[in-house]
C-alpha cells in the first residue's frame, strides 16, 4: 500500500473552480493509475474520473467536459480540476489506487459549493 494524502478542499460559490491534489508517497512507488472518487452525504462513493501514468483519462457522466484529471509523474501527483462546480457536487473526495486489499485511499478533503 502507499500513503495518499488529498489537499485542495473548501468552499467555493457555484460557477467557480477548486484544484484538489493528491500526493502519493512510498519509497520507490510510481503511480500507475490513480482514481478520484467522491461521496456525498447519504449517498454511496462515486467513480469521478481515472487516469493512468500514460495519460488515458476516463469521467463519469455527472462531471465530464467541466473536470480535467492529470499526473505529474514526476512528483508522483494526480489533480482534479474542477470547473463550472453546482451544488450537486459538494462530497467529500478521495483518491485511490489499487484494489481489495492493496487499495490505497487517502484520508478525504471536502469540497463545498454554496452561495
Known amino acids: 500500500q502507499v500513503q495518499l494524502v488529498e489537499s485542495g478542499g473548501g468552499l467555493v460559490q457555484p460557477g467557480g473552480s477548486l484544484r484538489l491534489s493528491c500526493v502519493a508517497s512510498r519509497r520507490g512507488f510510481s503511480i500507475n493509475y490513480m482514481n478520484w472518487y467522491r461521496q456525498a452525504p447519504g449517498k454511496g462513493r462515486e467513480l469521478v474520473a481515472t487516469?493512468?501514468?500514460?495519460?488515458?483519462?476516463n469521467y463519469a457522466d455527472s462531471v465530464k467536459g467541466r473536470f480535467i484529471i492529470s499526473i505529474d509523474n514526476v512528483k508522483n501527483t494526480v489533480y482534479l480540476q474542477m470547473n463550472s462546480l453546482n451544488p450537486e457536487d459538494k462530497a467529500v473526495y478521495y483518491c485511490n489506487t489499487g484494489t481489495g486489499r492493496l487499495a490505497s485511499w487517502g484520508q478525504g478533503t471536502q469540497v463545498t459549493v454554496s452561495s
Open positions: 487516469v493512468a501514468s500514460g495519460g488515458w483519462t
